[in-house]
């Protein structure tokens, strides 16, 4: 159970790559900190079955090992890690209340959101259980895994015709299944799919079921016009079809972004904090670019040393 009269000098929401490399930093700088673990500890590497681009792992880990370690980096720094979910943060004074949903509240006074996204799931039968098994929500992270092989992307927007160009360069065969007659990519994407003659384009269709047992084997799709339906094998799913910030319980205390990412880079002194001050972002809930581990690690780290001078000009 925490102590409700202590006072944490930063509590960071998220124990994804972006929190965890935040307390690091923090708990270095003899800064009393907090991470509250959220819904999914770990955050969405713990999804990835094999990671091999994240610096510094000469043969690669596995995703859930390296969010394991990382936790064991903040405890051995004496770093607490709690388990619970944010659902309401108040300010009083030069304080915030941080509410959980078990009805403890916490007391901080600077915080750092890493709540990270969500890739949006299409929630068809058999895709949760072999997600990490052959289903991906990220190309640039498992796309090296399926060279030579057949995969199927779902989707029409940027993202899916960024993820179609870019599997290009290791697979086979790609399908890209999309549930209307046209793309909403931007015309230069457009063409780098259309172009290319590894992908084959299945327009009207819908994936209605993924199968396998160990791992992705074959996916059902349907034409949604003439209602066919087929089996098709492949060895990779990528589904494209958007993300999703966690951002709900930040609504009327910071600015958000119509998408609901996090609005950073409000004070040029401070580029982490949003429009609230002694509250900061980092990783994929402020970033709808980038969306690679690495990436979070060292916007993690830059909300730490803004956290530290924040505090260190008596915030």
């Known amino acids: 159970m925490i102590d409700t009269q202590v006072v944490y000098d930063t509590l960071i929401v998220g124990s994804g790559p972006a929190g965890l490399t935040a307390a690091i930093y923090n708990i270095r700088a003899d800064l009393k900190t907090l991470i509250i673990a959220g819904n999914q500890p770990g955050g969405q590497l713990t999804l990835t079955t094999y990671v091999d681009n994240y610096p510094g792992f000469s043969t690669g880990i596995g995703g859930v090992k390296l969010m394991m370690d990382m936790q064991s980096q903040v405890k051995n720094l004496g770093g607490e890690i709690k ?3 944010v659902k309401e943060i108040k300010k009083t004074a030069d304080i915030f209340d941080i509410y959980l949903e078990n009805g403890e509240i916490i007391k901080s ?3 750092i959101i890493a709540t990270g996204a969500q890739s949006k799931w299409l929630g068809i039968k058999g895709e949760k259980e072999l997600i990490g098994h052959g289903v991906s929500g990220c190309a640039t992270c498992d796309g090296i895994f399926f060279k030579d092989k057949v995969v199927a992307v779902v989707g ?21 299944i999309h549930r209307r007659d046209k793309f909403r990519a931007v015309q230069i994407e457009q063409k780098r799919i259309l172009g290319n003659n590894k992908i084959e384009i299945w327009w009207n269709s819908e994936v209605t079921e993924i199968i396998g047992q160990e791992k992705l084997e074959k996916i059902k799709v349907k034409n949604n016009l003439t209602g066919e339906e087929k089996l098709v094998e492949v060895d990779g799913l990528f589904v494209a079809i958007g993300r999703e910030p966690s951002s709900i319980f930040l609504q009327n205390l910071v600015e958000l972004e119509e998408s609901g990412y996090v609005v950073t880079h409000k004070n040029p002194d401070f580029p982490t904090m949003t429009s609230t001050e002694g509250i900061f972002a980092a990783g994929d809930c402020a970033d709808s670019v980038y ?15 803004d956290v530290q001078k924040w505090l260190e000009n008596g915030s």
């Open 291 to 305: 969306r690679q581990a690495v990436a979070a690690a060292g916007d993690g780290c830059k909300a730490a040393l």
């Open 156 to 176: 029409g927007g940027n993202t899916a015709c960024e993820d179609g160009s870019f599997l290009a360069k290791f697979a086979s065969k790609i399908y890209m």
């Open 83 to 85: 388990q619970g979910v």
């Open 109 to 111: 006074k600077s915080i």
